[in-house]
C-alpha cells in the first residue's frame, strides 16, 4: 500500500511540472497554453466569487462583436468578462474590444492557467479596468499578412508581376493593420511600446535559426506597458 502512495504521488508530481512546462521554441510561454475551444468563442453568463462574469472561451470570428454586445446588454449585472481564446479575426478582435470600452468600469480578466493570444488581446484590451491573474497569459505575435504560404507559393508561380502585386498588397494591408492597432493601443491607453518592443520584435514565420513566433508577458511587463493599469488592480 505504501509502494502504491508512492507511485501516485511521484505520478501527481509529474502532472505538475508538466503543467508548468515552457515551450522550447518560444521560451516565454507554456508548452500547452489553454486557449480553450477551437470552435467559435461562446459566451456564458455566471458567477465567480460572487460577482456575475461572462466566460468568453474560443475562437474570434466576425459574428463576436454583435453577439458580445447582446450578451452583455441582456444582464446589467455583468461586472466582468473573463477571456481565453486562441485568437482569430482581427478586425472583429478590435470591434469586440471598442464594445467593451463602450462598457464604463467593466474589467476584462485572463485568470489564472487561461490564454489570451492574437486578436484576443485587443478584447482584453477593450477593457475600462483589467486584469492579468498571475498565471495567466498574455500571449503576443507580429501582426502580419505574410504568413499565408500558400497564396505567396501560388502567385510567385504565375510570374513575377503577380508576386510583385501580391507582395504589395500585403505590404499595405500590413501598414492598414498597423496603424489600426497603433490607433487602438492609444484609445485603450495602452503603451504603444508594446507594439515597438514586443510586437514588431516577434517574428512573424518562424525559421531554423529562430523559431520563436510568440512571447507571453511577465507580471512586470503587463504593468509596464500599461496592459494591467497598477492603479486599477482589483482582486
Known sequence: MRARRIVLGLAALGLLTGAGKMDPENPTCPANPDFGPASAMTLTPAVRGGKKVLLAEGTIDASLPARLKAAIEADDQIEEIWLRSRGGNAGAGN?????????RGMLTR???GWACFSACNFVFMGGDRRVVDEGGIFMVHMFTHTTDRAAIDEVVIEGSKATTEYIAS?????????????????????SRKLLTDIMYRQQAVRSAENPSTRYCLSQDEVRAYNVMPIEKRVP
Open 110 to 112: 485572463i485568470p489564472s
Open 95 to 103: 470591434e469586440a474590444g471598442k464594445i467593451i470600452r463602450s462598457y
Open 170 to 190: 500585403i505590404e499595405q494591408s500590413s501598414a492598414l493593420l498597423a496603424s489600426e492597432d497603433n490607433d487602438f493601443l492609444i484609445r485603450m491607453g495602452i
